[in-house]
């Protein structure tokens, strides 16, 4: 197994479970601060992007093969989804891991620019979640508040929610994570790259 | 059992620890040492024999290493680790799983061993080895010494014929080290072949039955038990040996001339959760005390050294420095810990920036001047992640004297170094006493302790035991506290 | 009294059946009764404080739905009932997965995932993160601690005076001791035979028992009223 250099060592995997820790506690830290708090609960995914840019970064550095991501996104997947969060958190985190994959092996897994850009899909992962929310809440509304619909109401919502919330959510998240990656690259460059701990 | 033949190997990337024409023959049911300075190499034979060298560290290797009649360079990884065991440094990175059942049954679940076989030698294991009350436990909640005999115990629920350690005492506490002996017999006398190497030396008396000594990746010579164990000491030292019989160690520090005390702590009641760790602490240090600190596990040595430091906020009692009350924040200004683990404390990516990071108006001229005494000026813009472990404990003290730190913890500072590396610690730490700072030194090493201190505290049963100085007379206290009179006469 | 034990795969099951109802759920009334449902499961699991807890968390989410829906309006409003409805949709799964996490060991949880034959190259990543964890606790402490004695305050106040610097402190230490682990712990479990490939057999054993079909029927059928 550890002969042949494309597929995962064990050496790989154990790498990948450290640093999936690492990515799954610095993106609950944030996410935590946000999502747990009725004003800013729509900004969670912006806060679950905010913190793990370097861990993902140094992730792929020092496991530049197909793989890691998308290991990384499976675990997020088991383990949102035991912790009971809804299914459509851990079906993201699949799909975007396989996509951040793609686009970081586009550039031999070496390219730092394309891997911040694997890692601003991968942090889209939280978004869904609200998608789907926004889009079935018509009918949940109207079961909500049983008799008599308040159409105002129901206008307001439509407005508030899905003209610019999940537009911003996504930018806002993106460019969250652009940023996270930037530092992380900072951090690579200046830090871990000097000492010695990249692949 | 073990042949290495004709074999040379040179790591990848960095020049340290390669090894030159090792030529080594161990027999069935032997015990082999390997000692030396560190870096000398002995690690690197040890990774030889159990097939590290060559599938998990890459380098230039050439010779030939047979294993009971295995090609270790032609086996597979898993076919090796069925015939040899091997134990390592650092409990805190042994552990696979999280519970000690499962770790303990790890390699035999690698091995695919039927479930009854497993459960039946899960039992004589802990039996053997004495853990029968670790099982079903949180690893995460073990000692180090604790974790350390899970790690034993896994690599011999095995049933390997050979064992292979490194360095597995550098950090464990006196009573581990005592633990790990009895191991090491009871392997003995199952007839199992154990490949060693170690720094401390005294607790092998009586278990193997060769050391081999290493030096620029060769070996130098070869030593029966009788040999090594009566080596004269400037020999020993000339050769960079730590001791090897402790009780002969005396206390080389002469008082300390400065008897007007300049820190005082008052009654202190230390908290840990509910549970009072430490009760009614009362004692006075003056400038240039080198202040020992022990006691056995779980005495709450590290926690009493965070308080001091104000680092641990959890405490009623009353702290003065020079006859002013000083609270927590005031005495992290002028407290330093150097900790066991000192790459925790490291944060920039050069020593020159580490040596000014986080002061406001760094003193270059200092700076520059503490890096050069402490040998530090060849590796300026070396990051300090690739030093050697002494080299950044050394950058770690250059930063607290930087700060103008005046007190000072030492947490373990000696874990896993070698007698010269110890040297310089205690050195270094009598340099910083003769400057007029307070030096509290956390450590469960005999040799360090009677190289360098002057006054021992020692804790116990959630109190201060006994404060006395040490000398001559006050030696026999630690014999007792290290049962030296006791196992090892 | 004795706690009823569950399989960890049942455990999964139930959470799997609880995101399809909420998914289909057809009124509030269904979802609440799916919560008073876990609050039972919970109760007999050996966790009642945890349960009762949240099931009154649950009670107050819809009050506060429907209050403020009385009592509120404009901007206000649509912030609280949209927070407490969705918190509501998400309510029985995250309570049903903390009883999870809560009656199941981390060794039982990986046998789980063993006995579902789910590759090695999960496993492995899987079993490492979960004793991985308290460790970042434990490095963190370290790291809190060399960051005072520094000056440079672990703090919210610190990051915002110099928000690089903090973070790098965190983040480089952090990372450090993470990449020397995976090398240590790597060796140790090479050395062990991890490369073995035969098929690891697993000493934590698990087992479907009576109780299983009990909380599984009980949790389909509870489903299936969704279609009444």
């Not at chain 2, 059942?101 to 076989?117: C, R, Y």
């Not at chain 2, 003995?188 to 039955?209: A, M, P, Q, W």
């Not at chain 2, 300090?384 to 950058?395: A, F, W």
């Not at chain 3, 000056?151 to 973070?167: C, E, F, M, R, Y």
Request: glycine share 8%; charged share 20%; hydrophobic share 45%.
């Amino acid at each position: 197994m550890s002969n042949q250099k494309s597929s995962l060592t064990v050496k790989d995997l154990v790498t990948i479970g450290i640093f999936s820790a690492l990515f799954l506690i610095l993106s609950l830290i944030g996410g935590a601060v946000l999502g747990s708090n009725p004003v800013t609960t729509f900004w969670m995914p912006l806060g679950g992007a905010l913190l793990p840019g370097p861990a993902f970064l140094l992730l792929i550095a020092k496991v530049p093969k197909h793989g890691p991501i998308i290991i990384l996104g499976i675990i997020c997947a088991i383990i949102y989804f035991a912790t009971g969060m809804h299914w459509t958190m851990p079906v993201a985190y699949l799909v975007c891991g396989v996509l951040a994959d793609l686009v970081s092996s586009a550039g031999k897994f070496k390219n730092v620019w394309l891997n911040i850009v694997a890692y601003m899909i991968f942090a889209l992962s939280l978004v869904p979640t609200y998608f789907m929310f926004f889009f079935a809440r018509e009918s949940y509304m109207s079961y909500m508040l049983q008799k008599g619909t308040d159409q105002e109401y129901l206008d307001a919502m439509v407005k508030a929610g899905q003209d610019w919330v999940l537009p911003v959510m996504i930018i806002g998240t993106l460019a969250v994570a652009f940023l996270s990656g930037l530092f992380g690259k900072k951090l690579l460059k200046k830090q871990f790259e000097k000492a010695g701990i990249t692949a | 059992m073990i042949s290495i033949k004709n074999v040379n190997f040179s790591y990848s990337g960095t020049g340290q620890g390669k090894i030159e024409n090792i030529n080594l023959d161990i027999p069935k049911g032997n015990c082999v040492l390997l000692c030396g300075r560190s870096g000398c190499g002995k690690t690197t034979i040890t990774r030889l024999v159990n097939g590290l060298i060559p599938y998990f560290y890459e380098g230039n290797l050439s010779g030939t290493v047979t294993v009971d009649g295995m090609n270790i360079a032609e086996t597979p990884m898993y076919k090796i680790a069925e015939k040899v065991g091997s134990v390592f440094q650092n409990p805190r990175s042994q552990f696979f799983n999280t519970d000690t059942d499962s770790e303990i049954a790890f390699g035999m679940e690698n091995m695919a061993w039927p479930l009854k076989k497993m459960l039946g030698r899960i039992k004589e294991t802990t039996k053997d080895i004495n853990i029968e009350n670790l099982c079903e436990r949180n690893i995460a909640q073990l000692s180090g010494g604790e974790k350390q005999k899970v790690a034993f115990a896994s690599v011999y629920a095995m049933t390997p014929d050979i064992f292979v350690l490194d360095e597995p005492s550098s950090s464990l506490d006196v009573d581990a080290i005592q633990e790990l002996r009895n191991l090491l017999l009871l392997l003995k006398n199952n007839g199992k072949t154990i490949l060693i190497s170690e720094h401390r030396l005294y607790f092998l008396k009586g278990v193997i039955d060769k050391a081999v000594y290493i030096e620029g990746g060769k070996i130098q010579v070869e030593y029966t038990p009788e040999e090594l164990f009566s080596l004269p000491d400037d020999e020993r030292i000339e050769k960079g040996l730590r001791s090897l019989d402790l009780i002969h160690e005396l206390p080389s520090v002469l008082g300390n001339k400065n008897e007007k005390s300049c820190f005082q702590v008052n009654r202190e009641n230390i908290m840990w959760g509910k549970e009072e760790l430490l009760k009614n602490i009362s004692f006075t240090a003056a400038k240039g005390d080198i202040i020992g600190v022990i006691g056995h596990n779980g005495s709450g040595k590290t926690t009493f050294s965070r308080t001091i430091c104000g680092l641990h906020k959890y405490h009623t009692g009353e702290y003065l420095w020079n006859n002013k009350k000083v609270d927590d924040k005031q005495r992290l200004k002028f407290c330093y810990m150097v900790m066991q683990n000192v790459s925790y404390q490291l944060f920039s990516d050069t020593v020159e920036k580490e040596s000014c990071f986080g002061i406001k108006n760094p003193d270059k001229d200092l700076a520059n001047q503490t890096l050069k005494e402490l040998g530090l000026s060849p590796y300026l813009t070396r990051h300090p992640n690739t030093l050697s472990g002494g080299q950044k404990q050394r950058l770690a003290v250059a930063v607290s004297m930087i700060c103008h730190k005046d007190l000072l913890v030492f947490d373990e500072p000696t874990s896993g170094l070698d007698f010269d590396s110890m040297c310089q610690v205690s050195d270094l730490v009598k340099k910083l006493a003769a400057q007029g700072k307070v030096l509290f030194i956390v450590t469960h090493d005999y040799e360090f302790l009677t190289l360098t201190c002057n006054r021992i505290l020692h804790f116990d049963d959630a109190q201060l035991v006994e404060d006395y100085k040490l000398d001559s007379e006050s030696v026999h206290k630690l014999w007792s506290f290290f049962d030296l009179e006791g196992v090892y006469k | 009294m004795k706690y009823i034990h569950t399989d960890p795969r049942t455990k999964l099951f139930v959470l799997l059946i609880c995101a399809v109802a909420i998914t289909i759920s057809p009124s509030l009334y269904y979802e609440g009764g799916l919560v008073f449902v876990i609050l039972l499961y919970g109760i007999l699991s050996g966790k009642p404080k945890y349960s009762i807890i949240m099931a009154i968390i649950y009670g107050g989410l819809l009050g506060l739905a429907i209050i403020s829906n009385f009592y509120l309006s404009g901007a206000l409003r649509i912030m609280f009932t949209t927070f407490s409805d969705f918190i509501g949709k998400m309510f029985p799964c995250v309570m049903m997965g903390g009883i999870l996490v809560g009656t199941t060991q981390a060794s039982e949880f990986m046998a789980a995932l063993n006995h579902m034959h789910i590759p090695k190259n999960v496993v492995v990543p899987v079993t490492v993160m979960l004793r991985y964890i308290p460790m970042i606790q434990e490095d963190w402490g370290y790291i809190k601690d060399s960051m005072k004695l520094r000056d440079v305050a672990p703090s919210l106040k610190g990051l915002i005076k110099n928000p690089s610097q903090t973070v790098e402190c965190i983040y480089v230490p952090l990372m450090m001791a993470a990449s020397k682990m995976a090398d240590e712990i790597s060796a140790a479990a090479v050395t062990r035979g991890i490369e073995n490939p035969k098929p690891r057999t697993c000493v934590k054993q698990i087992h479907f028992c009576v109780q299983d079909i009990i909380v599984a029927v009980v949790f389909v059928g509870y489903f299936l009223t969704a279609f009444l």
